[in-house]
């Protein structure tokens, strides 16, 4: 009996710990943050669009962000040249943002768990696109620090796929074979060609918008034996979504920068 109610005990207490982990304090940060961005991108107006700009460098820390994705070689820039690497950044990611958010307004949003790590917190969502339910759910994780007080997303991982770490290994690579200065006049010209498409998503083009994700999961399955319907199949099997449900879905965007910055 008393060897029923302790394997009782530690059960209902795992429990506990369970639930909890879903949500917390970062979780409910990201996901009032991401129901705002929402309805002030639905309304279409320049004060909107002034407003989601002005609400993205609130989440985002642009100088973690840089100095993460230049990895060794930030500290052999000046404080000149980390300044004006951290203001392209900031202004290629806001671009890349607010076109992803604005793609995505038909997926759903589950927010499974928040953990802690290496001084971090992670949280875990699972974004399905309601057209097409059928579809495997792309796992959106944000990595959160705190500063001054309050959250910023330091990171942003998508299908296990660091953002900050996409980012390094193409910085890094430029600057190695053709020095900082290259790298920036790159940054520069993506934010030129950007501009001459008339604003973050080229809202001024006439050519429709691809589906957000479809550059990442056709470079998955493309990886995965057999290519296509049947690597995604192979992968499928290979590594089955395990995360729990969250208690509740929210109809919101999953947003989130496009790794290529330099493409």
């Not at 097409?132 to 796992?139: G, I």
């Not at 296990?160 to 074979?177: A, I």
């Not at 060609?193 to 957000?212: C, E, M, Q, V």
Request: charged letters at 30%; glycine letters at 6%.
């Amino acid at each position: 009996m008393t060897r029923l109610l302790r394997t009782l005990t530690l059960a209902v207490g795992l429990s506990l710990v369970s639930s909890l982990a879903l949500a917390g304090p970062a979780t409910d940060y990201v996901k009032a943050k991401q129901e705002s961005l929402v309805a002030l991108v639905q309304k279409k107006s320049p004060d909107s669009d002034k407003k989601v700009v002005a609400m993205f460098d609130d989440m985002l820390d642009y100088s973690a962000m840089a100095e993460a994705s230049l990895g060794n070689e930030w500290a052999a820039r000046s404080d000149a040249e980390k300044a004006e690497f951290t203001d392209l950044l900031k202004k290629l990611v806001r671009k890349s943002y607010e076109k992803n958010l604005r793609k995505t307004a038909n997926y759903s949003v589950e927010y499974v768990r928040e953990e802690a790590a290496d001084g971090k917190v992670l949280v875990a969502t699972k974004a399905t696109n309601k057209a097409k339910a059928n579809e495997e759910p792309l796992r959106l994780d944000y990595r959160l620090a705190q500063k001054d007080g309050g959250w910023k997303i330091v990171d942003i991982i998508t299908e296990d796929v660091s953002l900050v770490s996409s980012y390094r290994s193409q910085f890094v690579k430029v600057v190695k074979k053709d020095g900082f200065a290259a790298l920036t006049k790159k940054m520069k010209d993506k934010l030129a060609k950007a501009d001459l498409a008339d604003g973050p998503g080229g809202r001024g083009s006439t050519t429709p918008p691809t589906p957000p994700f479809a550059s990442l999961r056709r470079g998955r399955e493309g990886n995965d034996s057999g290519g296509g319907e049947r690597g995604l199949a192979t992968r499928a099997k290979r590594r089955p979504v395990t995360m729990s449900p969250a208690p509740r879905a929210l109809t919101i965007a999953p947003t989130l920068p496009s790794p290529p910055l330099l493409s």
